[in-house]
């Protein structure tokens, strides 16, 4: 084993990286604290120095204890008086916003400068003259062109594209493309039935003159967005219309609690 004077501690096996070392001897059953929070009990028993983790370690019965949650109280959501509200952006067809933005997509990963540079052009001076816009956001992507297709992945990724396109935190979106991708945008909105309009608009770069002439179209096209983008206004709405998202603390002993 390998000694550890400072605590006088022998840890008794090799213990991969961040993984946990028992501090003491623990009996089965007993409660195994990290950082002064449960985190389980010991399914055998286990000695000191010796590796702590799935193979001697068990979820504890926290649902055993008959005051677990017992200070929750019911909220009855179709109370009006009794809901919190925010000041929330309701779209033309009912969704709730929280933010405002212009978002430029890419079909493809070829395209990812030119979506950055039509965003980057519209700095919050150029954006004073709207002031309930928050923003123009690029939306870049690592792939698109030689994918296989029909694919599970070639799916997925139109999905999340067709997903950022219709977002409420969206007032409009530009979907540029290089052209000769897999993923070609005339094919990406038909597919998962957007619709193109005003406030959504395609550019395809081999189509209006490469790489400057589609970042000067962008700029053009979200120029004619920002009036109707920023013609909102924000009114009280309830708190159900908001969506918690948690992520997961990377597997260690504390993305359960977290979540």
Do not use: W
């Amino acid at each position: 084993g390998f000694a550890c004077p400072e605590h006088s501690l022998t840890v008794r096996a090799a213990i991969p990286a961040g993984h946990k070392v028992a501090a003491h001897r623990f009996a089965v059953g007993e409660e195994i604290r990290k950082y002064g929070a449960v985190i389980g009990v010991a399914s055998t028993e286990i000695t000191a120095g010796e590796h702590v983790h799935a193979h001697n370690l068990a979820l504890p019965e926290i649902a055993a204890d008959p005051a677990f949650c017992s200070e929750v109280r019911p909220v009855d959501l179709l109370s009006e008086e009794r809901q919190t509200t925010f000041l929330g952006i309701v779209r033309p067809d009912g969704r709730v916003a929280t933010r405002n933005f212009i978002g430029i997509l890419s079909s493809v990963n070829c395209s990812a400068t030119v979506i950055r540079q039509i965003a980057a052009h519209f700095t919050p001076e150029r954006l004073a003259a709207y002031p309930n816009v928050d923003g123009v956001a690029a939306f870049v992507q690592t792939t698109g062109c030689g994918m296989s297709s029909p694919s599970p992945h070639f799916d997925v990724l139109r999905r999340t594209i067709a997903g950022y396109a219709r977002h409420a935190n969206l007032a409009g979106a530009i979907i540029v493309g290089l052209g000769c991708e897999r993923n070609q945008v005339a094919d990406l909105v038909a597919s998962q039935g957007l619709r193109p309009g005003p406030m959504l608009r395609t550019l395809v770069m081999q189509e209006s003159g490469g790489t400057r002439a589609s970042i000067a179209r962008g700029i053009a096209l979200v120029e004619e967005m920002l009036p109707a983008a920023n013609a909102i206004r924000r009114v009280p709405v309830s708190a159900r219309h908001l969506k918690i998202g948690l992520e997961c603390g990377g597997s260690d002993g504390f993305s359960a609690i977290s979540a």
